[in-house]
């Protein structure tokens, strides 16, 4: 029960710091920053994306 609580607090914890510490750096930063991280997000996404269905053909492939 001890390690589950850790492991919520924890998680809790460091969404907590890292929402802060975006909302305190987004103002300081381009407007242009922002369109370029979600454009790379999405890039990075759509490779997951690719590289899952990828994986499900492959195996489907396979047997």
Same mark, same amino acid.
């Given at each position: 029960m001890t =390690?589950?609580? !850790? =492991? =919520? @607090? !924890? &998680? #809790? $914890? %460091? %969404?907590? =710091? $890292? &929402? !802060?510490g975006v909302a305190l750096v987004r103002?300081? $930063?381009p407007p242009a920053f922002a369109i370029w991280t979600s454009r790379v &997000?999405?890039?990075? $996404? #759509?490779? @997951? !994306? #690719?590289?899952?269905?990828g994986s499900v053909l492959l195996a489907w492939s396979v047997q």
């Open positions: =390690v589950i609580a !850790g =492991v =919520v @607090f !924890g &998680s #809790i $914890l %460091w %969404w907590m =710091v $890292l &929402s !802060g103002h300081r $930063l &997000s999405a890039i990075i $996404l #759509i490779g @997951f !994306g #690719i590289w899952a269905i």
